[in-house]
């Protein structure tokens, strides 16, 4: 069985590396190749995301491939690749469907589970912030906001949809399935915003989270949902809000996803590993677990301003790596690397038995990393 594998999207690291810890031959392509990426395996850096992506990949001999962030967007973009190289990972036909927010609405409703109401329009709703203009190929929280009249509706067509927004936690849940059947993986807790982020950027994860029963036993009713419902496969996410003992789906991403490696490095499993086994041959592994009490946790660090990267920058990162198994900082630029405004930098990671001093370890790691920016 071969063990190349091409991972691709806007962003491979995070996945890159669950690869590499699997034991994968990995070829990363995304828009940065990173400092540490770029140390651990082949990677190639696409300016122009994302037509650029097919043409990078066509340079590597055939083999297996999987996508992250962003691409689930691009189902014709999916399909060129998988002319070439074999995808483990949700078909073109299934993300068209598990992408659209009205078939997401429709099979939820229909099997009995919360749902946030959509719309195509902003034709006769509320312009007091209760719903949400969102884009349909957005990832990442990326240019949300909350439908005022402040909201520039001009250029909103098809590409576009209404949400109702929903008060709540912000969470996450991991699944891995195969054959119409979904595992439960493990949920996060999300942080959205943050300094110099987009008002509902993502901007990390914190868990595994515990869960009452009745959560547990709702985020899994709509894995099997979604799992038997568009025949997904492999690793998705499911973004929702936990209101007590209500868990509302806000959006699926059919994927390797952005809290996965909290979970990787709390409970001890190779998400990579899962995947590939439902993909390739339809199993779901058992996986083992981490010492219990433990959560991780990871922030995303954004420029408030433009910046250049410094040496100090990527030497005060090596010293931190240098002592841990797993980095304490990732998704590190180039020495001299120019962060625009809004941009994010680079992601910190901790892990501790108490949730406060987790958090306090982030921040140190965070302002630190601050300290080492120099501005443009």
């Known amino acids: 069985m071969s063990r190349q594998l091409l991972v691709i999207g806007f962003s491979a690291r995070a996945a890159a590396f669950s690869a590499l810890r699997a034991g994968f031959d990995v070829v990363a392509i995304d828009h940065f190749a990173d400092r540490d990426l770029s140390a651990a395996c082949p990677a190639v850096r696409v300016e122009r995301y994302p037509a650029g992506l097919a043409s990078a990949a066509a340079r590597w001999e055939p083999g297996d491939w999987l996508f992250t962030g962003g691409l689930e967007n691009?189902?014709?973009?999916?399909?060129?690749?998988?002319?070439?190289?074999?995808?483990?990972?949700?078909?073109?036909?299934?993300?068209?469907?598990?992408?659209?927010?009205?078939?997401?609405?429709?099979?939820?409703?229909?099997?009995?589970l919360p749902a946030a109401p959509v719309r195509a329009t902003a034709d006769g709703l509320p312009l007091d912030g209760s719903w949400l203009c969102k884009p349909r190929r957005g990832s990442g929280g990326s240019r949300i906001e909350p439908l005022s009249p402040a909201t520039d509706l001009s250029g909103v067509g098809r590409q576009w949809y209404f949400q109702r927004r929903v008060d709540g936690i912000a969470a996450s849940a991991v699944f891995v399935a195969a054959a119409s059947r979904?595992?439960?993986?493990?949920?996060?807790?999300?942080?959205?915003?943050?300094?110099?982020?987009?008002?509902?950027?993502?901007?990390?994860?914190?868990?595994?989270?515990?869960?009452?029963?009745?959560?547990?036993?709702?985020?899994?009713?709509?894995?099997?949902?979604?799992?038997?419902?568009?025949?997904?496969?492999g690793l998705f996410g499911v973004d929702a809000v936990v209101q007590g003992d209500t868990v509302?789906?806000?959006?699926?991403?059919?994927?390797?996803?952005?809290?996965?490696?909290?979970?990787?490095?709390?409970?001890?499993?190779?998400?990579?590993?899962?995947?590939?086994?439902?993909?390739?041959?339809?199993?779901?592994?058992?996986?083992?677990?981490?010492?219990?009490?433990?959560?991780?946790?990871?922030?995303?660090?954004?420029?408030t301003s433009?910046?250049?990267?410094?040496?100090?920058?990527?030497?005060?990162?090596?010293?931190?790596?240098?002592?841990?198994?797993?980095?304490?900082?990732?998704?590190?630029?180039?020495?001299?690397?120019?962060?625009?405004?809004?941009?994010?930098?680079?992601?910190?990671?901790?892990?501790?038995?108490?949730?406060?001093?987790l958090q306090q370890r982030l921040d140190t790691h965070a302002a630190s990393l601050r300290s080492a920016l120099e501005p443009v």
């Open 248 to 303: 509302t789906p806000i959006e699926i991403n059919p994927r390797y996803t952005a809290s996965i490696e909290v979970l990787e490095r709390a409970m001890g499993w190779q998400a990579v590993a899962l995947h590939a086994a439902a993909c390739r041959d339809g199993r779901l592994l058992e996986r083992t677990e981490g010492t219990p009490g433990v959560l991780a946790g990871k922030a995303v660090l954004y420029a």
């Open 306 to 357: 433009d910046v250049r990267i410094a040496a100090s920058f990527g030497k005060a990162v090596d010293g931190w790596n240098e002592k841990d198994d797993w980095s304490a900082a990732a998704d590190i630029p180039h020495d001299g690397a120019i962060i625009r405004r809004g941009q994010p930098i680079a992601t910190v990671f901790a892990a501790d038995e108490d949730e406060v001093q």
């Open 182 to 233: 979904a595992a439960l993986l493990g949920v996060t807790r999300q942080a959205i915003g943050a300094a110099g982020a987009p008002p509902f950027g993502y901007a990390g994860s914190v868990g595994p989270i515990r869960c009452t029963a009745e959560q547990t036993a709702a985020w899994r009713r709509i894995g099997t949902c979604l799992a038997e419902r568009f025949s997904l496969v």
């Open 74 to 112: 691009y189902p014709r973009l999916v399909a060129i690749i998988n002319r070439q190289h074999r995808l483990l990972g949700n078909a073109p036909e299934v993300l068209r469907r598990v992408r659209d927010p009205f078939a997401l609405h429709a099979a939820l409703a229909e099997a009995g």
